[in-house]
């Protein structure tokens, strides 16, 4: 079984309309749907915006449905002059840009109690992910880092420090929180995000405009996904 969860109803509406023998069950406010995609079994979740959902939707999955691996799609701001609005970024890594305990001598992003600062993805889903890309006409995708914090990023000098700090491509809310509590339950996990900004002064006005055709491509990726793993 793969877990998929989304931060918004609008980055996994399109992958769960197309399910089959579906189940649906609340837990702890979050409807989490299960079924088939394809004849692939799935469980489907929207988690809610932040880490501290993302991080509690992750656990849940995990404990109730106990999936083979978890996949995070959905949206986020370009850090890098290769991605465009509607491009995808697949991560190879996630970090936390808003966990800092560096005046304790740590380097920035360090999470406590697992002691990393990148945590890495499964690399077979990394590589479904990329080739599934193929299939998406006019879509580029990139691999790197995607780097996490509770805050929407529109501000130049902030997007500046989260690239000179982490070297990402994207950034978001959700991924590294998913991507935590899959590192210490040994869950493999992947994170997709399609550009619907550009993290600068314009964010604001661009993300509204671009975000159902970004969250779009990310769910034709995750349906290609399903198919190939």
Request: proline share 3%.
């Amino acid at each position: 079984m793969t877990g998929i969860i989304g931060a918004m109803k609008i980055e996994v509406e399109t992958i769960k309309a197309l399910m089959e023998n579906k189940q649906s069950e609340v837990i702890s406010g979050v409807e989490y749907v299960s079924g088939t995609l394809h004849g692939k079994e799935i469980v489907i979740a929207v988690c809610g915006i932040g880490k501290v959902a993302a991080a509690m939707c992750t656990q849940t999955m995990i404990l109730k449905y106990a999936p083979e691996r978890i996949i995070n799609t959905g949206v986020g701001g370009s850090l890098s002059e290769k991605l465009a609005i509607g491009d995808i970024a697949v991560a190879e890594s996630l970090v936390q840009h808003d966990m800092d305990t560096s005046p304790l001598g740590d380097p920035i992003g360090l999470i406590s109690g697992i002691n990393v600062v990148n945590m890495p993805c499964d690399e077979k889903v990394v590589e479904t992910l990329i080739k599934g890309v193929e299939s998406l006409d006019g879509i580029k995708a990139l691999k790197g880092v995607i780097a996490s914090g509770d805050q929407f990023i529109a501000d130049p000098a902030k997007k500046d420090f989260i690239k000179s700090n982490f070297n990402a491509v994207v950034c978001e809310m959700e991924g590294a929180s998913i991507a935590q509590v899959c590192y210490t339950n040994g869950v493999p996990f992947g994170v997709v995000r399609a550009v619907s900004d550009c993290a600068d002064g314009s964010s604001h006005m661009d993300y509204g405009e671009f975000l159902p055709i970004a969250a779009a491509n990310a769910a034709k990726l995750i349906e290609n996904f399903v198919m190939n793993i």
